[in-house]
């Protein structure tokens, strides 16, 4: 399975050849300290690439949680609207926040790969 990673510290993972996984990365997470609220899409609402989708609220700040690609909302993460903490305890696992079908593949193969990622977290410090 294929993950991309995006400069506001998302990532994704492609599920088929055209639905994939959203959440936000260990680093982003770190940053943000203990969630204690996550606001999800809306479910089958389409948006475009770096449209607002939710946010994410902790004890240090609340962030904007951005559309990667442009999609369709098919499955939000219930679970973590119930229990924000699975963003902290496993942002790349459980605490994904939700689920799209990909309009344009090419934005998500423009996408950073980890590699390109990890240059990222080491230029930001």
């Not at 449209?51 to 904007?64: F, L, N």
């Not at 098919?74 to 679970?79: C, G, K, S, T």
């Amino acid at each position: 399975m294929t993950v991309k990673y995006t400069e506001e510290h998302e990532w994704i993972q492609l599920e088929t050849d055209e639905a994939a996984t959203i959440g936000i990365t260990q680093h982003a997470q770190d940053a943000l300290g203990d969630i204690v609220y996550v606001d999800l899409p809306e479910l089958e609402k389409v948006y475009a690439k770096g449209e607002v989708a939710g946010t994410v609220e902790s004890v240090k700040a609340a962030s904007d949680i951005f559309m990667p690609v442009a999609g369709r909302v098919v499955e939000v993460n219930e679970a973590l609207r119930a229990d924000p903490s699975l963003a902290n305890s496993d942002p790349m696992g459980n605490g994904w926040f939700f689920k799209v079908l990909i309009t344009d593949m090419a934005e998500f193969d423009a996408l950073m790969d980890e590699p390109a990622y990890e240059a990222l977290l080491k230029k930001e410090g």
